[in-house]
Every structure is written in structure tokens, then in C-alpha cells.
């Protein structure tokens, strides 16, 4: 039997994803027309022999209950439960405080998976590589361009055993462009590794003469788990060359959202929108809502996905954007690298329009000022007629009568 437990933070972190995190909380957010999370259930749901999905975080216990009720629908032989940390424990400090509920059943392994991520997940292929080694961890590992490295865990494995040799969290310089994904195999004997990484932290504390102050109950997965795991050779490494990207910034939602479309389109086309007879033209990948309405003069794609009951106008022009829930976007407007937020509305002949995103950056530097390259529009946002915002961000309900570029709007 196998579970996965899915880390979804708290209200406090995805900071960096507003102005989308101030109106749902990032792991809900919909990228390819369904919730970032769905995603990993989806996932996991393909492996056979999981029972169980515990969602961990610091979030109010309601925030996930529709989400797990259409989860109960969804995969009706699947238990999805969300566990509150009553404080923010950390990477690991929320495994090891639910360590009873994640080993009740027995559980030969469970996958930890990082909520904040778009990945194929090649979860088979973990627990296939994972059965041939003798460590207790295998990670997911990819390349990343060298100058963003540093950003990630960073690991040098041996390449003959995929045996992980040194792991460094976020290096100061560089040490390797393999990086980790956030999404980790553990067999369930780990939890006595986990004891003695807080045993040690503890007895650290306690010899810095810090006996004042209480230890706090924060254990992080990174710094004080995968690193004496790597020390000890009990992590490897399975490396995927299939997609994976972060989704920190409110701009990365986009290029996560192309990333599943495409994956959509080479293995679920049927939730793709196709280019109907009297519809509007579509580009490649493109994810519409059945309640939205679209011109048939309108062209849509690739990497579109638009949201429940939005209305998109005559010769509208929507390319590399995620349009969310009651959108109108008028008549000769143009929505390019975007996310344009729920009940936002945009006049006629406007332009709504960022630049693609460069690898796994989601800001640009021109003529040496560094600015956004999606724009993105929070919720209730008015763009009037014949206005162009171009690298901006957006803040909820403003009102935009003037034309932008490279700023944030508050
Ligand atoms: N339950 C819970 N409790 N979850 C948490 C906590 C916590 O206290 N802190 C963070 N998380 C969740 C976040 O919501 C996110 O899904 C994940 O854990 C990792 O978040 P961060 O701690 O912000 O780390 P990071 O994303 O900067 O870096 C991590 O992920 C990279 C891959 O995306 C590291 O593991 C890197 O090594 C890795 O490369
Ligand atoms: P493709 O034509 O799709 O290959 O895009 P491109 O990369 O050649 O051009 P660009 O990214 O500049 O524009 C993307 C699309 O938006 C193009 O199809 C343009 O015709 C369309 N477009 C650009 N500006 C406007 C505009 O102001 N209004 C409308 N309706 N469409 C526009």
C-alpha cells in the first residue's frame, strides 16, 4: 500500500503569488482549468495500490472541504484528508507530527510532493527506481539553466547508481545544475532518520547555551533531513526530462498552465477546446470553460485557458493567458502573456500583454529596469477602451483609464 501526502503551506506564504493568492489560496488556484493540487491528485490516483492523500499545511481546516468533496467524486477509492499544523512546522516538521496518521495502515512508502509545483510527475518511475536501490529516499531531480541553480536544492549524484553524493539547499555559488524537484519517494522506515534530525537539532540548540529560548518545532526536509540522508547514502536521485516548473511568482501560473495543456492535449485531448464549425479559431492547446461564451471571431491559443462563464468578444486576440472566472474581455482586445483575474473586465481595443517567460524566471530586465513578464490583473480589475498595460501587475479592483508599462499598480 502507498499514500502521498501533498505539503500546501499556509495563508502567510505565497506571498509572492499575489495579488491571485489575496483572493484563493495558491494551491487551489486553477492553472489548465483545474486547481494547482488537482493536479498532484491526479497523479497519484494513477498509482496503483494508493489509498491515501493527506493534505498538511497551516491553512483554516475549511479551505480545502470543496475541494475534498469533489476529490470523494472524483476518485471515489481514494481518501483525501487535509491535516492543519497548528503553527508553521516546516518541510518535514508536518510529516513527523502526523507520522500516525501517515503510517496507520502500514504503508510500505509514501510520496511527499510540494504543492507549489506543475510537474508530469513520473511517479511510476520513481517507484520503480526506488525498488532497485537500498536508500530511503529517491528524489525527483531535472536540469535547470545554470544561472538559476541557486534558486533550488542542488545535488551531485554518482551517475552510474543515481546514488546523491552531496545535496546543498539553495548553494551561495554554483555546485550542480541538477536540481530537486520538491517531490520525494520515502520508504516508511525514514521516520526514525526524521527523530534523529530532530534529536540533533535539539541537542545543537542545547549546546549553543540557547536554553532561554524554547526550540521551535520547525524541521526542515531540506537542510535537516535530505542532507545527513545524502551523508549517510541513503537518497538517490531519479531524473526526469519531462516538464517541471515552480509556481512561486502569480506570473509562473502561466507557464505551469501551458505546461498542462500540452501534457492535455498529448493525453487527454478530449478536455481540449476544438475548433467547432461555427466557433471561434483555436490555437493549439487551449482549455475553455463549457459556460463561457467565446465570439467565433475570436482567436484563442495556444496556451489558453478561460474560466467559468466568461464572455470574450468579436476579433478578441488571447494567447499565453489564464482568464479566470466572469471575464469580459470586449471586442478588438488583445490578451497576451496574462492572467487576468476573476470579474475583471476588459473595454474594447485594449491590449493586456506581457512577454514570455525566459526559462524559470518570471521577471525581465529592459534597458536595465527589471519589471514582470506576465502582467497580471487582480480580481475586479477595469481596463477602459483603447488602453495598453504591458509588464505590469495589478492590484484587486482598480481602475485603469490610463495606459501602463512595467509597474506595479496598488
Ligand atoms: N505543511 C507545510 N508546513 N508546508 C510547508 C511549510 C510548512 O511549514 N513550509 C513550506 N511548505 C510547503 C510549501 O507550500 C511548498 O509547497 C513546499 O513546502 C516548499 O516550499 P518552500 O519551503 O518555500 O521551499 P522552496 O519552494 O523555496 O524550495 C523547495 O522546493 C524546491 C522545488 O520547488 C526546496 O525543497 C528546494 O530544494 C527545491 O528545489
Ligand atoms: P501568432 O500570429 O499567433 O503566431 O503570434 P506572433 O507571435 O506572430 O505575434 P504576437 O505575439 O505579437 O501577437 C500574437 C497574436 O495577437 C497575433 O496573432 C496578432 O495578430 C494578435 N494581435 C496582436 N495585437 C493585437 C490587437 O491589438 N488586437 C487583436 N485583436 N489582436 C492582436
Known amino acids: 500500500m502507498h499514500k502521498a501526502v501533498i505539503l500546501v503551506g499556509g495563508p502567510s506564504r505565497g506571498t509572492r503569488f499575489r495579488p491571485l493568492s489575496l483572493n484563493v489560496p495558491k494551491p487551489l488556484f486553477p492553472v489548465a482549468g483545474a486547481p494547482i493540487i488537482a493536479h498532484h491528485l491526479a497523479a497519484v490516483a494513477k498509482i496503483e495500490g494508493l489509498k491515501e492523500v493527506l493534505i498538511i499545511g497551516f491553512f483554516e481546516d475549511n479551505v480545502f472541504a470543496n475541494f475534498i468533496n469533489q476529490a470523494a467524486i472524483d476518485y471515489p477509492n481514494i481518501n483525501v484528508r487535509y491535516l492543519r ?12 507530527h502526523f507520522r500516525d496518521e501517515i503510517l496507520r495502515g502500514d504503508p510500505k512508502s509514501f510520496f511527499v510532493i510540494h504543492a507549489d509545483i506543475a510537474c508530469a510527475f513520473p511517479l511510476q518511475g520513481m517507484l520503480d527506481a526506488h525498488s532497485k536501490h537500498r536508500g530511503l529516499c529517491t528524489l525527483l531531480g531535472t536540469k535547470v539553466p545554470r544561472e538559476q541553480a541557486n534558486k533550488f536544492g542542488c545535488l551531485i549524484a554518482r551517475p552510474e547508481t543515481n546514488e546523491v553524493l552531496h545535496y546543498v539547499e539553495k548553494p551561495d555559488s554554483f555546485i550542480s545544475d541538477l536540481i530537486s524537484c520538491g517531490v520525494y519517494l520515502f520508504d516508511s522506515a525514514v521516520f526514525s532518520e526524521i527523530k534523529n534530525a530532530l ?22 526536509l531540506e537542510q535537516d533531513l535530505l542532507r545527513p540522508l545524502s551523508e549517510g547514502r541513503k537518497l538517490y536521485v531519479f531524473e526526469t526530462q519531462n516538464f517541471w516548473r515552480q509556481i512561486k511568482t502569480a506570473g ?26 461555427n466557433g471561434p479559431e483555436i490555437v493549439g492547446a487551449v482549455y475553455i470553460h463549457p459556460s463561457a461564451s467565446i465570439d467565433p471571431t475570436a482567436k484563442i491559443g495556444p496556451n489558453v485557458s478561460i474560466g467559468p462563464r466568461a464572455v470574450i468578444g468579436k476579433g478578441v486576440r488571447i494567447k499565453d493567458a489564464i482568464v479566470l472566472d466572469n471575464v469580459v474581455v470586449n471586442s478588438g482586445s488583445c490578451v497576451l502573456h496574462a492572467v487576468v483575474g476573476w470579474d475583471s473586465r476588459i473595454g474594447a481595443w485594449a491590449r493586456v500583454e506581457g512577454s514570455p517567460v525566459q526559462g524559470h524566471s518570471t521577471t525581465v530586465t529592459k534597458n536595465g529596469i527589471k519589471s514582470q513578464s506576465i502582467t497580471i490583473l487582480g480580481k475586479e480589475v477595469s481596463v477602459k477602451d483603447e488602453i495598453i498595460i504591458r509588464n505590469c501587475i495589478v492590484l484587486p479592483h482598480k481602475e485603469l483609464k490610463a495606459s501602463f508599462h512595467n509597474e506595479i499598480l496598488m
Not at 87 to 96: P, S
Not at 202 to 213: F, G, I, P, Q, T
Open 85 to 96: 499544523e497548528y503553527q508553521a512546522l516546516g518541510t518535514a516538521g508536518g510529516i513527523y
Open 252 to 277: 509562473s501560473a502561466v507557464p505551469a498552465n501551458a505546461a498542462y495543456l500540452e501534457q492535455c492535449a498529448a493525453e487527454a485531448p478530449e478536455r481540449l477546446a476544438k475548433k467547432q464549425p
Open 199 to 220: 534529536d540533533n537539532k535539539k541537542n545543537a540548540h542545547e549546546e549553543n547555551d540557547y536554553l532561554w529560548s524554547a526550540p521551535d518545532d520547525r524541521l526542515r
